[in-house]
């Protein structure tokens, strides 16, 4: 099991962000998303993007995975440039390297678990065994069963289980929670958790949830499309040590 906590800070970056702006609609109808936003991002860490809606939390995990590029600015993977990268490209990197998990969970319904799961493995070259990934996820009792079968955060672990069947370098979050009860989210983010410290993947968690804060290497709070503070915690909180 690796422990991500000091390693992380010692990796060297996979992501290295320097002056990104984001800028949506042209002449007097503009939206400012972002504001030369820089970062790094290291091997292995657990970070936290927290701000309110509208801070530019997913236009900044949006041009991380490659669904969206900056206006001005530019941004890295290792040595890959993202910035300018046409759509082959990006589409081969968001294969290759990136998980993700969103709100909802977009499931296929007339799929199984295993199903869902399976259809992933198709894309990437080495891919992790989809019972392998299901049983990460604590759910191989429900694999033969359908999300119409499944509640809500059982859908949710089936959709991480889809991101990381693929074993991606990274598995970007976008309010993973934030449809879920208070005792199912944090059955969610104990998944994320376990598969940040076991498999070492860079998480990369947006939310508007201050508590989930703790849990982080490093939390970024965002307002108005700009950084306005980056804190480390001393100590990653596990997710039965938080309330809210």
């Not at 991380?64 to 941004?75: K, M, N, R, T, Y």
């Not at 119409?148 to 370098?169: F, H, N, W």
């Amino acid at each position: 099991m690796t422990d991500t906590g000091t390693e992380a800070v010692e990796a060297a970056p996979v992501f290295v962000a320097r002056g990104l702006s984001k800028v949506y609609g042209t002449g007097d109808v503009q939206v400012r998303a972002l504001t030369d936003v820089s970062l790094d991002i290291r091997r292995g860490e657990f970070i936290v993007l927290l701000g309110a809606s509208g801070s530019g939390k997913s236009t900044l995990l949006n041009i991380l995975g490659g669904l969206d590029a900056p206006s001005s600015g530019e941004v890295r993977f290792r040595d890959h440039v993202l910035t300018g990268a046409g759509e082959a490209e990006l589409t081969r990197y968001r294969r290759e390297h990136v998980g993700f998990v969103f709100q909802f969970y977009n499931l296929i319904p007339s799929l199984t678990v295993r199903e869902n799961v399976q259809l992933v493995t198709d894309i990437v070259a080495q891919p992790m065994d989809a019972d392998e990934a299901i049983d990460l996820v604590g759910l191989t009792a429900r694999r033969d069963h359908f999300p119409a079968q499944l509640s809500g955060g059982e859908q949710q672990r089936v959709a991480i289980a889809r991101a990381i069947v693929k074993k991606p370098d990274v598995l970007l979050c976008d309010e993973p929670t934030g449809a879920l009860d208070y005792a199912t989210g944090k059955l969610v983010l104990e998944v994320i958790e376990g598969i940040n410290r076991s498999l070492g993947t860079t998480v990369v968690v947006i939310t508007h949830n201050a508590a989930i804060a703790g849990m982080a290497d490093r939390v970024i709070y965002l307002s108005g499309g700009r950084i306005q503070r980056i804190e480390h915690n001393a100590r990653r909180l596990s997710p039965s040590e938080l309330s809210w």
